[in-house]
């Protein structure tokens, strides 16, 4: 119960400053936003190329917008940790008599709570004012916040390993660039028919092309078992790693 109320103080936490400095999560909704007006307006007759599913490119591209901004949202983690280590206050936060599971946990449920807001303002947007479908129904729309949700928590590890790898908020740069290239290098823009090259073998094995198929599956059709297990596995697999490897840094702080 003493974990549990350090998470949820690690949230409360977050929000709070989510609140006071609002500009912390601008960036998480203008950004996907941006993307998903931009390429299904500026891209629109590419679907009609073979592979893409659909007839409205915002069908495609609203998955790969969302995914963006759930990532991008996962970083407040890597955000929050890293100004604490910088003034100091992270050192208190380890001494207190708790599990450090429970103060990762904390963070990570804050930027699960931040990835909330993008996710719905996409949504909002695609279908709103870009005319979005949804064949999938409520199943599609859960899909998607599933996906989202836990792109957040994948990122939200790995950038706190690497912010208590290098003990500074400046290190964030380096989790921004590991973000962006995983996502464009998977099936966001283009199906895996449509890439060729090295391109089309890295996208084939990333696995973050399985959560963003997982994602866009109600945009595209009926919800399947067949298209959600390997997102699923391939969300737990990442946290599975990212956990590991942020709870292996975070031993190493002081090191």
């Known amino acids: 119960m003493r974990s549990i109320a350090v998470v949820l103080a690690g949230i409360q936490r977050g929000l709070i400053r989510l609140h006071r400095i609002p500009s912390l999560i601008l960036p998480a909704v203008l950004m996907p936003i941006f993307f998903v007006v931009a390429f299904s307006g500026s891209f629109a007759s590419i679907v009609e190329l073979e592979g893409y599913e659909t007839s409205k490119a915002v069908n495609w591209m609203t998955a790969w917008a969302v995914m963006q901004g759930a990532a991008f949202s996962g970083m407040g983690a890597g955000g929050l940790a890293g100004t604490d280590l910088e003034n100091g206050f992270f050192d208190r936060l380890r001494v207190a008599p708790t599990r450090p599971m429970a103060l990762i946990g904390g963070l990570v449920g804050y930027c ?144």
């Open 112 to 255: 699960v709570c931040r990835a909330l807001i993008p996710i719905t303002a996409v949504l909002i947007v695609a279908f709103t004012f870009l005319n979005a479908d949804m064949p999938g129904g409520i199943m599609g729309v859960v899909m998607v916040y599933l996906s989202g949700v836990g792109m957040a928590v994948v990122m939200s590890f790995l950038v706190l390993g690497i912010v208590f790898t290098f003990k500074t908020l400046k290190s964030l740069a380096i989790a921004q660039i590991i973000m962006f290239s995983s996502m464009f290098l998977s099936v966001g823009q283009a199906p895996i028919q449509a890439i060729e090259g090295w391109l089309h073998h890295v996208a084939a094995i990333n696995p973050i092309t399985n959560v963003i198929r997982m994602c866009r599956q109600g945009f595209l059709g009926e919800v399947s078992w067949s298209t959600t297990q390997p997102g699923l596995i391939a969300l737990l697999g990442m946290m599975a790693g990212t956990g590991i490897w942020a709870r292996i840094r975070y031993k190493k702080v002081d090191a």
